[in-house]
């Protein structure tokens, strides 16, 4: 299983980014995916999921309106959408998903948001 995180960088706060996250090594259309993000010193947080078939989606309060997240399974691709960025969105982004039992993680990107 490999994901392999892109799209993080530096940006102003009310502007917007896409992460990518191309994932190998096991049948993408059959598994959930979700996006983390972490602050050195703090709780990783879930930031969205997604279902298999992209059909359901959910996302934590703070994010809720401003991010989307999204698949493209022919691409075994998922997205993270980013607009309206604030200063406290601030964090490595990773990809994960939860295969037979195990937890499987991106390498992160890092999203900064500053003046």
């Known amino acids: 299983v490999q994901l392999v995180e892109s799209g993080g960088g530096l940006v102003h706060p009310g502007g917007s980014l896409r992460l990518s996250c191309a994932a190998s090594g096991f049948i993408f259309s059959s598994y959930g995916m979700s996006w983390y993000r972490q602050v050195p010193g703090k709780v990783r947080e879930l930031v969205a999921s997604?279902?298999?078939?992209?059909?359901?989606?959910n996302y934590v309060g703070s994010v809720k309106g401003r991010f989307t997240i999204s698949r493209d399974n022919a691409k075994s691709t998922v997205y993270l959408r980013m607009n309206s960025l604030k200063p406290e969105d601030t964090a490595v982004y990773y990809c994960?998903?939860?295969?037979?039992?195990?937890?499987?993680w991106g390498q992160g990107t890092q999203v900064t948001v500053s003046s």
């Open positions: 994960t998903a939860y295969i037979r039992r195990s937890d499987y």
């Open positions: 997604i279902s298999s078939t992209g059909s359901s989606t």
